[in-house]
């Protein structure tokens, strides 16, 4: 039995996208201070200047107004204690529950879409509840560590969680539409330009019937639940051990709470 069960998560392994690093110097925090927001900023501006998205200019930070808002979580990923990539997630409330979450950033260009395929969730019986993962980056230092992909996914799959959402969506650039699909994203729409961007994006979105495929693809199947200490941890604003090998299985009583501190 312990034979088959070795052969099994070997088989897996090398299905997957992205193996999972050996390393365990990668952590990660949800932004809550003016100080953290500062370090997300700066390694968009410095990983999109590098690409040619944006202008160089004097502040060398990159922020928008979706930062500050209550729909919003960004992740810092560090490497040995070393800012290294940020990934951000916002929630579009079709049902109501969240009053503040009635935009997310792509729907600057696929308003209509969006909302057209959060409506069509709730008439199969879903939730409203859409998040969409944006505004990922690596600092330039980190531009070639793929590791950083499956960490950004690992808190993404948290924060999918948090929001108590079944859509995830993304408005992806044209050469990562592939990789997306590989995970499980269907494509909606094909790329437009962005605002203020130097770069097209195309719609993509992931069904929860994809959900649990997705996580096995990318190489974690174990442990994305809200029981796990490390979402509980992360949710609570504090340093977590992104690839920690103590995943719990079970199911929680009630969820924790973030006090954001970085905006009016």
Partial sequence: ????????????????????????????????????????AKIRYDGYLSYGYIEAHSDELFLDDYDAASNSRTVIIYREHKPAATIRVTLLDLEGRSASASKIPSMDIFGAEILSLGRAEMRIGRSGRVIEINRFA??????????????????????????????????????????????????????RQYPNLKFSTGLMAMFPDEYETALQKIGFPDGVSVSDPVYTRLIAGELVSVFSSSWSHQRPTRKTEVTLTIGG
């Fill in 1 to 40: 039995m312990d034979a088959y069960i070795c052969s099994n998560s070997e088989l897996r392994r090398r299905k997957t996208i992205l193996a999972i690093p050996e390393t365990q110097d990668t952590t990660a925090r949800i932004v809550t201070t003016p100080e953290f927001l500062e370090q997300a």
């Fill in 138 to 191: 690596s600092a330039p230092a980190f531009a070639n560590d793929r590791s950083l992909i499956i960490a950004a996914f690992r808190m993404v799959a948290y924060l999918r969680l948090y929001f108590d959402a079944d859509l995830m969506i993304n408005a992806v650039r044209t050469q990562h539409m592939p990789m997306y699909r590989r995970l499980g994203f269907k494509k909606i729409e094909d790329p």
